[in-house]
């Protein structure tokens, strides 16, 4: 099984910028695809950004051109860079691993961001 560990959420002036990171551990052979949602107050949880094993990135409409996902040395290692914050980006984000053979997700417990000033 894959277990995964998120960090660095905090609260944030509107216009700033914040790095999440996500950490996996386990049987981390079997992850294919990485990835970062969240969701806000009163909404349903949504796609942030992905990345598989070959670095294929997808990013959710409201973030492209704005969020970067990017991996460490290792691809155990994810990280979620984030510029030109808004209050509308406020909400808890939450690290994904997808896993094959057999298909499983395991999911973080979570890190909350808060944009204001």
């Known amino acids: 099984q894959v277990q995964v560990v998120e960090s660095g959420g905090g609260l944030v002036q509107p216009g700033g910028s914040l790095r999440l990171s996500c950490i996996a551990s386990g049987n981390t052979f079997s992850i294919y695809r990485m990835g970062w949602y969240r969701q806000a107050p009163g909404k349903q949880r949504e796609l942030v950004a992905s990345i598989t094993d070959s670095g294929t990135t997808t990013y959710g409409h409201s973030m492209k051109g704005r969020f970067t996902i990017s991996r460490g040395n290792t691809k155990n290692t994810v990280y979620l860079q984030m510029s030109s914050l808004g209050p509308e980006d406020t909400a808890v984000y939450y690290c994904?691993?997808?896993?094959?053979?057999?298909?499983?997700?395991?999911w973080g417990q979570g890190t909350l961001v808060t944009v204001s000033s």
């Open positions: 994904n691993a997808l896993q094959s053979g057999p298909w499983a997700a395991a």
